[in-house]
């Protein structure tokens, strides 16, 4: 069994939709049949912030806050 390609998943910063698929070599460029997968991931994110009962913070390596989810 060959080594399977590592899914991307990334958000449009024209558009704000939520695309996963594979990207070329580049690491930069959808390669064919991304899906928009929006609406998935934001609910899988939302549950996985509730299952926990508290805000999910995201930093960058040095510390500083760059989001902080919350789910009511």
């Known amino acids: 069994m060959g080594k ?3 899914l991307h998943v990334a958000m449009s910063p024209l558009t704000g939709t ?3 698929g594979h990207v070329l070599k580049d690491g ?3 390669s064919a ?5 929006t609406m998935d ?3 899988a994110v939302a549950g996985h912030v509730k299952k926990f009962g508290k805000p999910v913070e995201i930093t960058t390596e040095s510390g500083d806050l760059l ?3 919350t789910v009511e």
């Not at 049949?33 to 997968?37: F, G, L, M, R």
């Open 18 to 20: 939520i695309f996963c």
């Open 41 to 43: 991931a934001l609910v």
């Open 4 to 6: 399977m390609k590592k």
């Open 33 to 37: 049949n991304k899906q928009d997968v």
């Open 67 to 69: 989001y902080k989810i």
């Open 28 to 30: 930069r460029t959808w």
